[in-house]
């Protein structure tokens, strides 16, 4: 039986190897940087446009996230172990082009290198828009674009009115309406934004 040691030298052999430098000089040339700290640990601080998948979620996410194995990616973590066992797990998906950064991000830090901390939803966002965030297609990154979109709705009558109301659901930011009609009692069945308080407005 093998010791975690044995395994991440294991690990290690089977990949390749950058230092924080050599990271940097890979990420200029257009190589994708994929983050697989904790989410706790991201929103402390990362690397502008890195892909963040967290090392538990890695098999299950990274080919909807990068679906072309051919990019060439650097894998990084706080100090350059969940990184290495990361690479070795592309490699064995079939990623032709990994590297483990060693050191990982707290080495990039200390070093002054450029960082910032995220942009990222709050706990109650988080539990609000829970189902949205595991649709690959949305994730974090869609519902904060979501969350910055500004929409604007001509006519608030039987499909205006629902639609703001799935928008507003779905988490859009700023939903403006223009409508020339009067809020009527008898059209309330499909003004659904409306109620009996604004009829005449």
Not at 61 to 69: A, L
Not at 80 to 99: H, I, K, N, P
Not at 149 to 173: I, R, T
Request: proline content about 4%; overall charge negative; glycine content about 10%.
């Amino acid at each position: 039986m093998a010791s975690f040691r044995e395994l991440l030298q294991q690990a290690k052999a089977e990949i390749r190897e950058v230092d924080t430098a050599g990271g940097e000089q890979l990420l200029a040339e257009g190589w994708t940087l994929l983050d697989v700290r904790e989410p706790d640990e991201y929103e402390q601080g990362a690397i502008a446009g890195a892909v963040h998948i967290p090392r538990g979620q890695l098999e299950s996410s990274i080919e909807h996230r990068v679906p072309d194995r051919s990019t060439p990616l650097v894998a990084m973590c706080a100090g350059g172990v969940r990184s290495a066992f990361a690479a070795a797990t592309l490699e064995q998906m079939g990623y032709t082009d990994v590297v483990s950064m060693d050191g990982g991000f707290n080495k990039w830090k200390d070093e002054g290198r450029a960082w910032a901390r995220p942009r990222t939803l709050s706990p109650d966002q988080r539990n609000r828009y829970q189902r949205h965030l595991l649709v690959p297609e949305v994730g974090e990154e869609g519902q904060l674009k979501l969350l910055d979109a500004k929409v604007l709705l001509l006519g608030a009558g039987g499909l205006g009115s629902p639609a703001a109301l799935y928008l507003a659901a779905a988490g859009v930011g700023t939903i403006g309406i223009i409508d020339m009609d009067v809020v009527d009692e008898s059209n309330l069945q499909r003004q659904v934004l409306h109620n009996v308080d604004r009829v005449g407005d």
